[in-house]
């Protein structure tokens, strides 16, 4: 999920669509209402926000440090006309990268990508979360049972992670839908993550012979490992 900020609808619109024909989902989001959504999310809720794309924007210094304290996810703005002035501001306010417009969403994919890879390659190893025999990691590796891995889909994994990171603590669909997905506004689509979840669940318990997550109709899913 990549978040799109800029002064002009149609400007969002154009990158949202394109995102969209990458098979990336995104959100765009009017730089006015931007610091209010992002101020009203739950902490730990942006898990599945991948990248942040700042346009045209007011006050691009001040989203950047309102987004550094709650998201890791690479930041890059977007500059219509070459200035080294405003370019070193930006690079100085925290973003991870300026880009030049007109640019394609696979360009802002890679570019995205590789912050991240500097980023891990520079960081100590997260700790995985342990469950007996199983191991899940939560630096984007496939989860291992008996230290073989488990390859699952990217959605599939993400939310074995969110569960994972919640451990014991029974959580809903829709927070997962938001973890994942990172789209606050929509109205959570209780069918694709249950189709998830299903399939999920279907895949660990043919591997460990039980079945680490715990569901509870009309309640959530609980990841008692």
């Known amino acids: 999920m990549f978040i799109v900020v800029d002064e002009r609808?149609?400007?969002?619109a154009q990158y949202v669509a394109g995102f969209s024909q990458e098979g990336v989902t995104a959100r765009g989001l009017p730089a006015p209402d931007f610091q209010v959504w992002l101020s009203g999310l739950p902490a730990g809720d942006l898990a599945g926000v991948e990248g942040f794309v700042l346009?045209?924007?007011?006050?691009?210094?001040?989203?950047?440090?309102?987004?550094?304290?709650?998201?890791?996810?690479?930041?890059?703005?977007?500059n219509e006309t070459r200035s080294l002035e405003q370019t070193l501001a930006l690079f100085t306010a925290g973003i991870d990268d300026?880009?030049?417009k007109p640019v394609h969403v696979r360009e802002i994919i890679a570019r995205a990508n590789a912050i991240r890879r500097r980023v891990s390659r520079g960081a100590a190893p997260a700790a995985p979360e342990r469950a007996g025999r199983l191991v899940v990691h939560t630096d984007g590796r496939d989860?291992?049972?008996?230290?073989?891995?488990?390859?699952?889909?990217?959605?599939?994994?993400?939310i074995l992670?969110?569960?994972?990171r919640n451990r014991g603590r029974q959580v809903t669909k829709t927070q997962i839908f938001n973890a994942v997905y990172g789209d606050h506004e929509s109205a959570c689509e209780?069918?694709?993550?249950?189709?998830?979840?299903?399939?999920?669940?279907?895949?660990?318990?043919?591997?460990?012979?039980?079945?680490p997550i715990e569901a509870k109709r009309m309640?959530?899913?609980?990841f008692v490992g």
């Open 190 to 211: 209780e069918s694709v993550v249950e189709g998830h979840i299903s399939k999920l669940r279907k895949k660990l318990r043919a591997r460990l012979g039980h079945d």
């Open 161 to 164: 992670e969110y569960l994972a």
């Open 219 to 222: 309640a959530g899913y609980t």
């Open 98 to 100: 300026v880009v030049r």
């Open 55 to 78: 346009g045209d924007c007011g006050d691009r210094p001040g989203y950047t440090a309102a987004i550094r304290s709650l998201s890791p996810a690479p930041i890059i703005a977007l």
């Open 9 to 12: 609808e149609s400007v969002t």
């Open 143 to 158: 989860p291992e049972i008996d230290g073989q891995s488990l390859l699952l889909p990217r959605r599939e994994r993400h």
